[in-house]
C-alpha cells in the first residue's frame, strides 16, 4: 500500500517559520541551529535531489552540500516566508554544476534497487520499489514538479518562481503528470 504523507496549510506554515527562524540564527553563528535545520526539512531536500539525480549516494552527497551552503550563505537570506525556495534554489544550482562537472546522472530505471528499510521515513517512501516504479514513468521535469509540490509542499506558483517557468507551464505538466501516475495505478489494479 501506497501511503504518501502531506502537511496541512498550518503545518507547512510552521515548518517554514521554523526554518526561517533556524537561518536567522544560523546566520548569527548558532551552530545548534543547523543540526536543527537538518532534521526539519533533510526528508524535502534529500527528497527533491532524488527526483533530479536519482542516485542515492550522489542525492545524499548533494543534500550534505546543500546545507553546508545553506551555512555558508545564511547571512544572504532574506526572509519572505519562503525559506525552502531559497534552499532549494541552493540545491539547483548544487546539482547543475554536479551535473556539468561529472555527467553522472543517471535513469531512473537504471538506479532502481531494493534495499532493505530501516524503518525512517525518508527511507522507506524513497525505496519502496512502487513509489519509484511509479516515478520511473514521469519525464525528468515531471518528477520534479510533483517532488517539490506533494513532498516539499511548494505551491505552483513558488514552482514556477523558482524553475524560471510560466505557471501555466507547472500546472500542466503537474496535471499531466497525475493523470500519468493515476494510469500507471489502474494498469497495475487491472494486471492483479
Known amino acids: 500500500m501506497l501511503i504518501v504523507y502531506t502537511l496541512t496549510e498550518e503545518e507547512l506554515r510552521n515548518r517554514d517559520d521554523k526554518a526561517e527562524e533556524l537561518i536567522f540564527r544560523m546566520s548569527c553563528g548558532e551552530v545548534l541551529a543547523m543540526g536543527e535545520l537538518y532534521e526539519l526539512i533533510e526528508t524535502d531536500v534529500y527528497a527533491y535531489a532524488l527526483s533530479k539525480i536519482v542516485r542515492k549516494e550522489d542525492a545524499e552527497d548533494i543534500t550534505h552540500d546543500t546545507f553546508v551552503q545553506v551555512w555558508k550563505n545564511a547571512t544572504q537570506y532574506k526572509p519572505m516566508g519562503k525559506p525552502l525556495a531559497w534552499i532549494f534554489t541552493i540545491e539547483m544550482n548544487l546539482i547543475r554544476r554536479q551535473f556539468n562537472k561529472s555527467q553522472r546522472f543517471t535513469s531512473i530505471d537504471e538506479s532502481i534497487e531494493v534495499e532493505s528499510d530501516n524503518g525512517e521515513f525518508a527511507e522507506g517512501v524513497i525505496n519502496n520499489e512502487f513509489l519509484r516504479q511509479m516515478l520511473s514513468t514521469l519525464s525528468e521535469e515531471e518528477r520534479e514538479i510533483i517532488t517539490l509540490h506533494i513532498v516539499s509542499g ?19 505538466k503537474y496535471n499531466r503528470a497525475i493523470k500519468k501516475l493515476q494510469m500507471h ?3 497495475g489494479r487491472s494486471s492483479k
Open 185 to 187: 495505478i489502474k494498469e
Open 154 to 172: 511548494l505551491k505552483h506558483r513558488e514552482i514556477s518562481k523558482l524553475l524560471a517557468k510560466p505557471l501555466s507551464t507547472v500546472l500542466s
